[in-house]
């Protein structure tokens, strides 16, 4: 892991009330786990300070120190939120984060063959899919969308070697 890499947790929604508060958009999974990074929290050009997280119903409102009107917070409006890579928890050595899947080569266990690189991840509906675009060593010049299944289509995760093997043939 690069030790400055910074990962977005969130943005920031629209303004919420007269003191500047905003509705707080998650990207973490669960969407709870974003109250754990309070303090970490940083626009991608400049640092920032969460007076609270709170959440009201099913949404979470917050308030950067220091702003206190609504005219200040709507030019922070959808804006990101991030976080450095070395504020993450440590794994177990059977888990990964999704951001270091982004380079990884994929490979169809079927035939051996590489199938391209992960570009990233979208989710779009119903399972997380690996969005995989072709390199100079795949079998053909197809992007792909192969699902997050683990057992099903997603074989095995080699961290080390930065490949994941994935039970998807050239042809679907």
Do not use: A
């Not at 030790?3 to 969407?31: A, D, Q, Y």
């Not at 059977?94 to 079927?110: F, K």
């Not at 675009?133 to 992007?143: L, N, R, Y």
């Amino acid at each position: 892991m690069t030790k400055n890499k910074l990962i977005c947790i969130g943005s920031i929604g629209k303004p919420r009330g007269l003191i500047g508060e905003f509705f707080l958009n998650s990207f973490c999974n669960p969407v709870e786990n974003i109250i754990n990074y309070i303090d970490d929290i940083k626009l991608s050009d400049c640092e920032i300070k969460l007076e609270y997280i709170k959440k009201i119903n099913s949404k979470f409102v917050s308030k950067i120190k220091h702003i206190n009107n609504v005219e200040n917070i709507k030019d922070y409006t959808n804006k990101k939120l991030y976080i450095y890579s070395q504020d993450l928890p440590v794994l177990s050595s059977e888990e990964i984060y999704w951001h270091d899947l982004i380079g990884m080569l994929v490979i169809d266990i079927n035939k051996d063959e590489i199938l391209g690189k992960v570009e990233g991840l979208n989710n779009f509906g119903s399972d997380d899919c690996l969005i995989v675009t072709p390199t100079e060593e795949s079998v053909d010049d197809k992007e792909r969308l192969i699902p997050m299944i683990k057992e099903v289509f997603i074989i095995s995760i080699e961290n080390q070697n930065k490949i994941v093997k994935v039970n998807w043939q050239s042809d679907y």
